[in-house]
């Protein structure tokens, strides 16, 4: 499997549909976690065309996880 974890730093396989690992994925705070579930779009992982809303939504979550580990956010300068 070449899909990994979005959690930054994170290197941990899981299936293309799946934005985080488990462990990363239940630190996002579950109204994230509904956003990104209520924006996917089922084989966007295939055709490669997630909506804007989706990109925002596994952002927020990213960050999130980001927050609770204590790592630079993306998109903030180091």
Not at 9 to 37: D, F, G, Q
Request: glycine residues 4%; aromatic residues 6%.
């Amino acid at each position: 499997m070449n899909h990994h974890c979005h959690a930054l730093r994170c290197t941990t396989p899981v299936p293309p549909k799946m934005l985080m690992c488990k462990r990363h994925w239940y630190m996002v705070p579950s109204h994230m976690r509904n956003a990104v579930w209520a924006t996917y779009v089922p084989g966007q992982e295939v055709t490669k065309t997630p909506t804007l809303d989706y990109l925002e939504a596994a952002m927020a979550a990213i960050n999130a996880v980001a927050d609770a580990e204590g790592i630079a956010r993306v998109g903030d300068k180091k």
